[in-house]
């Protein structure tokens, strides 16, 4: 597709419930990031692939929080346990170039609203 | 810590009037700037980039944006607002210095009467 896909568009958990959100970036874009956005706030950092490798995992909130990205197009964040206080919008982007190889803005996807009841 | 600020949490304002959104941020050295547009229901867009070079950066929309260095600024501009620019709109930092990284703002709403 011509821009960042996510899916679900919309995910209600039970507390204690794992979930697991999808992102397919623009093909061939390097760079992936994953954002929190709860609401009234800006997005925050939740961590940077660089094709497979996860370089920067500093913003993920907890250890319940786990991404990966395996063969370097597809990612997925799997939130284990989930709690209410996980209850935002959780954005992907994704960049063509490696963010150390010059600028370059990100591309952004609907993002997945989870609701944890 | 790296931070990014944005004046108004919410701005109204009448179609034709003049919009300047404010945004500071905390970075030294050299930084990347953007501004997104979120409309309702959309996804985050970009409105500009700056990089480099002249520090008055046009975008779509008739947005622009001024980068001042010295004050750690770089503020959004439209001469004259429509209704469709009803939007929340989102300043964005990154800086190779910091990260690999964006730090965004915390939004502000722009609500146009018409």
């Known amino acids: 597709g011509a821009g960042v896909s996510q899916s679900p568009r919309y995910k209600v958990a039970k507390r204690g419930q794992d979930v697991a959100l999808r992102c397919d970036p623009i093909?061939?874009?390097?760079?992936l990031f994953w954002y929190q956005q709860a609401l009234g706030q800006g997005p925050e950092f939740l961590t940077y692939f660089q094709n497979e490798a996860q370089l920067d995992k500093s913003g993920l909130p907890s250890d319940r929080f786990f991404a990966e990205r395996p063969e370097g197009s597809v990612s997925t964040l799997k939130i284990q346990r989930t709690q209410q206080e996980d209850s935002a919008v959780y954005l992907c982007a994704s960049s063509p170039r490696p963010t150390g190889l010059g600028p370059s803005p990100l591309h952004f996807g609907n993002g997945t609203r989870l609701t944890v009841t | 810590a790296q931070s990014v600020s944005q004046h108004n949490h919410h701005v109204i304002l009448s179609e034709a009037a003049s919009l300047e959104l404010g945004c500071n941020y905390s970075?030294?050295?050299?930084?990347?700037l953007f501004w997104y547009v979120q409309y309702p229901g959309q996804h985050l867009q970009l409105l500009l980039k700056y990089f480099s070079g002249d520090p008055l950066v046009k975008g779509i929309k008739g947005f622009e944006a001024e980068f001042i260095k010295s004050k750690f600024s770089f503020n959004l501009r439209k001469p004259s607002v429509q209704w469709s620019d009803t939007a929340e709109y989102f300043c964005?930092?990154?800086?190779?210095?910091?990260?690999?990284?964006?730090?965004f703002g915390p939004g502000t709403r722009l609500s146009v009467l018409p």
């Open positions: 093909s061939g874009h390097v760079s």
């Open positions: 964005a930092v990154n800086s190779r210095n910091y990260g690999q990284n964006f730090v």
């Open positions: 970075y030294g050295g050299t930084v990347n």
